[in-house]
């Protein structure tokens, strides 16, 4: 390891040093917006021929931008999906800001699907997808509720964890392998229903970005994937709205100035599957709850030309509930960010963030079993960051953040005086983890850029007062107490990011990388989807943090501005992998460490794409190769076993059309290899019933899936009328694929010697019609 | 909260059958029984497992050599009845609580001419005291009648509990799913002060009452290990849940291979529990 960060360290001095003595230049910077909302377009792309060779940079998720040029006359070229390039030319004899307002392009409906932050054949970046706002509004939806999640999980090298799950496994990893983060702030339970739709509501995000496995060295937490949402800034020209009515919920949009350079978003959506069943013929269901909320709301600020301010919050609930038992789950996030540019070439950023995500439970079943038991994690963290562009074709980021997690497993047993359990609560973890962080982008000549980042994260557990327990053959084996407040435990993980992108000519380029990561908080689940009432644990003296390394590499190239391809390889170990022994009791255990098996991960794949963003049909085609594996002493007999990933194939298609001013079709369809699982061989007879004896773990797969979902919008346009509205109609599931969701065997009540195998399944066709504002 | 699922998907799930196959079972020996209090004849089973989709009844094995051993006697086991691999004590056996007892089994089931030896161990809980049964109608269930018990759990350092149900002498849970397994990890007490132990659906036919009907509660006091072999069986007849289920996994044993090669598998359990019983007239 040390010989890695010296090799860096030594090849960033001699890239900024070979700086010396070269041309003299300037920065141009500046904030590229859309002139139908005033909001900044993130991924907008600028970029600029110099002495015949492309130069060019990506708006950050503000809309900001800036390049280093040399001295001279340059003809800036800015362009975005979606609106019409705009060319100005600058005069640079000093540093400059330019801003620029782009034009949204005449009848331009659906938009590219997937769109990059410029061209990813010139990115010096791999690994990474990103989805606006109306890329994911396209796709057909189920039940007409789009769903960012959803979306994601049509991506090259993204899987469902299980049928109509919002949890989703990257490369091979688990559902918990994936950071996913709201304006920098952690989202631990990313679903509603029982993981039916994610918490994101469409209408108040901006862009997506999933980085998957090579995250950047400013981010850190999780193996797999890094997904980044950020939230969309308030419209700062004028007073705007926009809303749906849809089969299970509603939804409507606030937005605007408030102030001179201050604006506002607000954004609402609730379900109403209990408003029906209050109609409901049977007097059961009428008292029944069933509903989710999701509230967002964010304030911008720009102080002068320098400095921006914005806030944002997150709040929503999931009600189920009828007169004897009753469960809510809920998340909350806030940031506060401020950015501050001391000049055109340096940039500082800070944020500071909190999050929790907690649950409820509670059963009134007479007197002395009534029982309830809740569950809460929190996080509170910053970030400090700065951005320099040190020379042309040298930038640098470094920084530090720090989060403290209390995670508190679990709180609850009888309620009353009469009550037949006692009441407990579970020891509260406490937990620091810091990083310093630095990245580097270095421009090489000759087509050639290097990325090298390097993460420092440290990972404290911090005493709660009570007893810290020791494992020893998977059993507790003593106890310490130390004092409230005290480290009693640290973990150091040096991780380095590296990557390599060379452009072979104009339209292709070659990329490689290589990231470890460290993972120091999990899901208590042993499940493939994950559940509502999963807790999250910690590394501790008894359970290592999993680490991961990931190789990858890739050829990219454009067929013209239509056609995108791509192929990426990869390469994946991980250590401290976290499965669960057979049979484990996970919810409300207080000894859940003793159930813990630490294993090895090991996969690998292929990724493959072709993306059309300017043909009469937009969209992409996608084919995945990927295999994932594990081992852990004591399950599978101590033999590796595929992952419950481990989903060889996978091809997706997402096509949209505009077929006149008013139509917009889409369609998508999807095929994957069935899931691993572990199926029934024999049986043997207790108390008159045949149990199953069972096959290696994950020696059987589930029937391939397959699914066809479709899409029509017809947009009602009336000359002059500032209210526009239009209709989605949806099919999900169009053909009635019948994929399994569970398969479970059974004995026949009239012939119990006789058994047989069940499925449940979902969806059949599901259609949906949502209508859909903007004012 | 597993109730909500199917409130939740109650819009479109379904459920239909679906060909599976999945061939052979893995050639393994099965052993299930137990000794308990009651002054009765105690059964050992011996099979082997058979293929999941198979149509047969279970596949005992004659011939085996079967004990159980204490401290202070042996019982031999006799192969009794039509049905093959059922091995019974005499009838006048009775297990004591606190004692330990060891089951032994002699036979070639690895078909190599010698007979293996197979044990296992187990020590019978002290017993709980059942002083008295109460039935009322539900307020919560609707339909169900729910059986109380009254009385005193005994002095074990955990105790695992098992409630079993007769009407008329009639044994209603007989089937592993019948009947569950309550431990009192956070009881506030060893007084069982009118504690639901069980209902009775009176929708079903099998477990309608009928005033003058005489229900009977059976309290069975399980070691943590029997507990968790019960336990686990019944994970295994439960439909698979990608949300809340881990994935399935063969049943705990506490039955080794102690002689011959040791190469054949072998799975089952042996127990020993006290058994408690109160009756109650439905009115």
Redesign the interface.
């Known amino acids: 390891m040390r010989c890695i960060c010296c090799l860096l360290l030594a090849l960033l001095a001699g890239m900024t040093a070979g700086a010396a003595g070269q041309e003299v230049s300037f920065t141009v910077r500046g904030r590229i917006s859309g002139e139908d909302s005033g909001r900044g377009l993130a991924g907008a792309n600028v970029s600029v021929n110099v002495e015949g060779s492309r130069r060019g940079s990506a708006a950050d998720a503000r809309g900001d931008y800036a390049l280093r040029l040399p001295a001279g006359r340059h003809a800036l070229t800015f362009s975005f999906i979606g609106y019409a390039a705009r060319e100005v030319t600058v005069e640079l004899s000093a540093d400059r800001v330019v801003n620029v307002s782009l034009s949204p392009r005449a009848n331009e409906i659906a938009g590219v699907v997937v769109s990059a932050a410029g061209r990813r054949t010139e990115r010096p970046e791999m690994n990474v997808e990103r989805l606006s706002a109306l890329a994911i509004k396209q796709l057909p939806a189920l039940m007409g509720e789009v769903d960012v999640i959803k979306a994601i999980q049509m991506l090259p090298g993204v899987q469902s964890?299980?049928?109509g799950?919002s949890g989703f496994s990257v490369r091979g990893g688990s559902h918990d392998q994936n950071l996913i983060l709201l304006d920098d702030a952690t989202v631990y339970g990313a679903s509603h229903?029982?993981?039916?739709f994610s918490v994101f509501n469409n209408d108040a995000i901006k862009e997506v970005t999933l980085y998957k496995g090579d995250v950047p060295a400013t981010f850190g937490g999780r193996l797999s994937s890094l997904l980044e949402i950020r939230s969309k800034e308030g419209n700062g020209e004028r007073l705007a709205g926009a809303g749906g009515i849809g089969v299970i919920a509603s939804r409507l949009t606030l937005e605007g100035p408030i102030g001179r350079g201050v604006s506002f978003i607000a954004s609402g959506r609730r379900t109403y599957a209990d408003v029906f069943l209050a109609l409901s013929p049977d007097k059961?269901l009428r008292g029944?709850a069933?509903h989710f909320y999701d509230l967002n709301g964010r304030v911008d600020a720009r102080a002068g030309e320098r400095d921006r301010l914005f806030v944002s919050a997150y709040a929503g609930e999931d009600k189920?509930a009828?007169?004897?038992?009753g469960?809510t789950f809920g998340n909350k996030a806030v940031t506060a960010g401020w950015s501050h540019a001391f000049s055109a070439d340096l940039l500082a950023r800070a944020t500071v963030s909190g999050s929790s995500y907690n649950y409820y439970?509670g059963s009134?079943?007479?007197e002395?079993?009534a029982q309830d038991w809740a569950s809460a994690m929190s996080d509170v963290g910053g970030k400090v960051e700065v951005a320099w562009q040190a020379r042309p074709g040298l930038e640098l980021k470094f920084g530090y953040a720090a989060a403290m997690h209390r995670f508190s497993p679990g709180d609850g047993?009888?309620i009353g005086d009469?009550?037949?359990?006692?009441r407990?609560r579970h020891p509260v973890q406490r937990a620091r983890e810091q990083a310093f962080f630095g990245d580097a982008m270095v421009g090489a000549g000759e087509g050639l850029t290097l990325r090298l980042g390097l993460r420092y994260s440290v990972f404290s557990n911090v005493a709660g007062g009570g007893e810290v327990k020791y494992l020893q053959d998977h059993l507790y084996h003593h106890s310490e107490f130390p004092r409230r407040g005290a480290v009693y435990h640290s973990y150091r993980h040096l991780e380095p990011r590296v990557g390599v992108t060379w452009l072979v000519g104009s339209e292709g380029s070659v990329k490689a990388s290589y990231a470890r990561s460290v993972q120091y908080v999990q899901v208590a689940s042993?499940?493939?989807?994950?559940?509502p009432?999963d807790v999250w644990f910690q590394a501790s003296p008894n359970v290592r943090p999993q680490r991961g390394d990931q190789l990858a590499a890739g050829y990219f190239r454009n067929l013209g501005d239509a056609w995108e391809l791509s192929v990426e390889v990869y390469g994946r170990l991980a250590r401290g992998v976290i499965d669960?022994k057979?049979?484990?009791s996970?919810l409300g255990n207080e000894n859940l460490e003793e159930e813990v098996r630490a294993g090895k991960g090991r996969g690998a794949g292929m990724e493959w794409m072709a993306r059309a963003n300017d043909a009469p049909v937009t969209g992409w085609v996608s084919y995945t190769y990927s295999r994932s594996w594990r081992q852990a002493k004591g399950i599978n007999g101590d033999a590796w076993y595929r992952s419950?990933y481990d989903k060889p194939h996978v091809v997706t298609v997402v096509a949209n059309r505009d077929v006149s001013a008013r139509w917009r079709v889409s369609a998508n369809w999807i095929y994957a290899t069935g899931h691993p699982?572990?199926?029934?061989?024999?049986?043997?007879?207790?108390?008159?019933?045949?149990?199953?004896?069972?096959?290696g773990?994950?020696e059987?797969r589930f029937?391939d899936y397959h699914r066809l979902d479709l899409s029509a919008t017809r947009l009602l346009l009336r000359a002059g009328a500032r209210v526009t509205s239009e209709l989605n109609f949806s099919l999900y599931n169009a053909y009635g694929r019948?994929n399994?969701?569970?398969?479970?065997?059974r004995q026949e009540k009239e012939?119990p010697?006789?058994?047989?195998?069940?499925?449940?399944?979902?969806?059949?066709v599901?259609p949906s019609v949502t209508w859909n504002f903007t004012f | 909260m597993m109730k909500f699922i199917p409130l939740i998907l109650l819009l479109t799930a379904c459920t239909e059958r679906i060909d599976i196959r999945t061939g052979e079972a893995t050639r393994q020996l099965f052993a299930y029984g137990y000794v308990t209090s009651d002054t009765t004849r105690h059964v050992v089973t011996i099979s082997r497992a058979t293929a999941y989709f198979a149509t047969t009844p279970r596949a005992g094995i004659s011939g085996a050599q079967v004990v159980i051993v204490t401290d202070s006697a042996t019982y031999a086991l006799a192969e009794v009845g039509e049905e093959a691999g059922v091995y019974c004590t005499d009838a006048d056996v009775a297990g004591v609580p606190g004692e330990a007892y060891e089951l032994v089994m002699m036979l070639d089931f690895d078909g190599d001419g010698a007979p293996e030896e197979y044990r296992a161990s187990a020590c019978m809980p002290l017993t709980s005291r059942i002083d008295s049964v109460a039935l009322r109608h539900s307020t919560v269930f609707k339909n169900q009648v729910e059986v109380i018990g009254y009385g005193t759990l005994p002095d074990n350092e955990k105790n695992f509990m098992s409630f079993h149900l007769y009407r008329n002498g009639e044994h209603l849970t007989r089937s592993l799913e019948d009947f569950f397994v309550m431990d009192d990890t956070h009881f506030t007490s060893r007084e069982m002060n009118g504690v639901l132990c069980q209902l009775l659906d009176q929708e079903e036919e099998e477990s309608r009452l009928v005033a003058g009907d005489t229900v009977t509660l059976r309290v069975d006091v399980l070691s943590e290990e029997y507990a968790r072999f019960i336990r686990e069986a019944q994970q295994e007849l439960r439909a698979a849940n990608p949300i809340f289920g881990g994935p399935p996994a063969n049943v705990f044993t506490n039955i080794r291979c102690t002689g011959g090669d040791g190469g054949a598998r072998v799975s089952g359990f042996f127990a020993a529990f006290p058994t408690d019983s109160k009756s109650v007239i439905y009115r």
């Not at chain 1, 010697?753 to 059949?764: H, K, N, P, R």
């Open positions: 964890t299980a049928e799950s229903l029982m993981g039916f059961d029944t069933l189920f009828n007169k004897s038992a469960m439970i009134d079943i007479g002395q079993l047993g009888g009469d009550a037949l359990f006692e407990v042993n499940s493939a989807a994950g559940s009432l669960f057979d049979h484990a996970l419950p699982v572990t199926y029934p061989t024999g049986r043997v007879l207790v108390e008159n019933r045949y149990v199953p004896t069972y096959s773990r994950n059987f029937p019948k399994p969701w569970s398969i479970f065997f012939q010697d006789v058994s047989y195998a069940e499925q449940i399944y979902l969806f059949g599901v």
